[in-house]
């Protein structure tokens, strides 16, 4: 089937910084790609939709000054947490569509983000 | 916009026994519902997904059923296996490839 990756796994930073997550669709062409972000035992919340060449939509309550989105190509998106704080320490999730056949989203394994 | 209610929480069956997780959901105009399978510290996996047009689907253990009419979708699964605990997800959207509405997810685990 079709792979995500995701980079960095696990990061821990200090308050104050900046971190970025990579979201790679290692087999398929993505013209969108969405990014998540998911709690402790709790559901994931969709942040925003990013699409190849444009402006990223986010959804409402979501800061996009604060969590910046690339998609510069069809195979990458990236999603940057500017002046990170313990809040923003969660489990971050990106999807891919695969807009072939099945038109099937495809999950990354995931990125813990710990701010301390 | 679209809410999705899914339910129990939790579920504990013995190994064998099937497990039936339940989702509703608000929005008419949603096409498409896929099911997740997330273990610990890991992304969602999709185990199985229907569309509107169809009532049901199934996949060896797994089955799928969906009443548009009453806007609720269920997950069976069958013979259970200790390998199959882990968190399930239901979701909603307008559409395969679209934005996905998450339920708050259902825990299963599976007693040998």
């Known amino acids: 089937g079709a792979v995500v990756s995701q980079h960095p796994s696990w990061v821990i930073c200090k308050s104050g910084t900046s971190v970025k997550i990579e979201c790679r669709s290692l087999?398929?062409?993505?013209?969108?790609m969405f990014w998540y972000r998911q709690f402790p035992k709790q559901s994931l919340m969709l942040m925003a939709t990013?699409?190849?060449?444009?402006?990223?939509?986010?959804e409402q309550g979501v800061e996009k000054d604060k969590f910046l989105i690339n998609h510069a190509s069809l195979t990458l998106s990236t999603l940057t947490v500017t002046s990170a704080h313990p809040e923003d320490s969660s489990f971050y999730i990106c999807?891919?569509?695969?807009?072939?056949?099945?038109?099937?989203?495809?999950f990354g394994p995931g990125t813990r983000l710990t701010v301390l | 916009g679209e809410n999705v209610e899914q339910h129990p929480s939790t579920l504990s069956v013995q190994e064998g026994d099937s497990a039936v997780i339940k989702c509703t959901y608000s929005d008419s105009a949603s096409n498409y519902f896929p099911w997740y399978k997330q273990e610990l510290g890991k992304g969602p996996q999709l185990i199985i997904d229907?569309?509107?047009?169809?009532g049901e689907k199934k996949d060896q253990r797994i089955a799928v059923t969906l009443n548009k009419t009453a806007k609720h979708f269920s997950l069976h699964i069958t013979e259970t296996q200790p390998e199959d605990s882990a968190v399930y997800f239901c979701?909603?959207?307008?559409?395969?490839?679209?934005?996905?509405?998450f339920g708050k997810g259902t825990t299963l685990s599976v007693s040998s």
């Open positions: 087999d398929f062409q993505a013209t969108t």
């Open positions: 229907i569309r509107s047009n169809v």
């Open positions: 979701a909603a959207s307008l559409e395969a490839g679209t934005a996905l509405i």
């Open positions: 990013s699409n190849e060449g444009s402006k990223a939509t986010y």
């Open positions: 999807s891919a569509r695969d807009s072939g056949a099945t038109d099937t989203q495809y």
